[in-house]
Nanobody
Framework: QVQLVESGGGLVQAGGSLRLSCAAS????????MGWYRQPPGKQRALVAV???????NYADSVKGRFTISRDNAKNTVYLQMNSLKPEDTAVYYC??????????????WGQGTQVTVSS
């Protein structure tokens, strides 16, 4: 099995910064795409940013220029640096990781979610 552990959420004032981390562990042979999604209150979960194993990235228009996704392949960890935070960034942030396990099957798993609250 593959598990994800997220950290780094919290309460911050508008204009502030937070850094989220998500570490994958377990029966992992190879991690491919890693990403962050968020779900604001009363809304659907939506993509924030993704990064491939080759470090290609894609961002939601609403976070371009403010958020940066990165990864450490040696640690199977993905990060989301969030700067210039706005109240509309308030949401539960979920990590998503896809890859290939040492038991020879593809996996796609979600983290437990971490709350980010931006006060005005």
């Amino acid at each position: 099995q593959v598990q994800l552990v997220e950290s780094g959420g919290g309460l911050v004032q508008a204009g502030g910064s937070l850094r989220l981390s998500c570490a994958a562990s377990g029966s992992i042979l190879r991690v491919n795409t890693m990403g962050w999604y968020r779900q604001p209150p009363g809304k659907q979960r939506a993509l924030v940013a993704v990064i491939t194993r080759g470090d290609s990235t894609n961002y939601a228009d609403s976070v371009k220029g403010r958020f940066t996704i990165s990864r450490d392949n040696a640690k199977n960890t993905v990060y989301l640096q969030m700067n210039s935070l706005k109240p509309e960034d308030t949401a539960v942030y979920y990590c998503n990781v896809g890859g290939y396990s040492s038991a020879y099957y593809n996996f796609n798993v979600w983290g437990q979610g971490t709350q980010v609250t931006v006060s005005s």
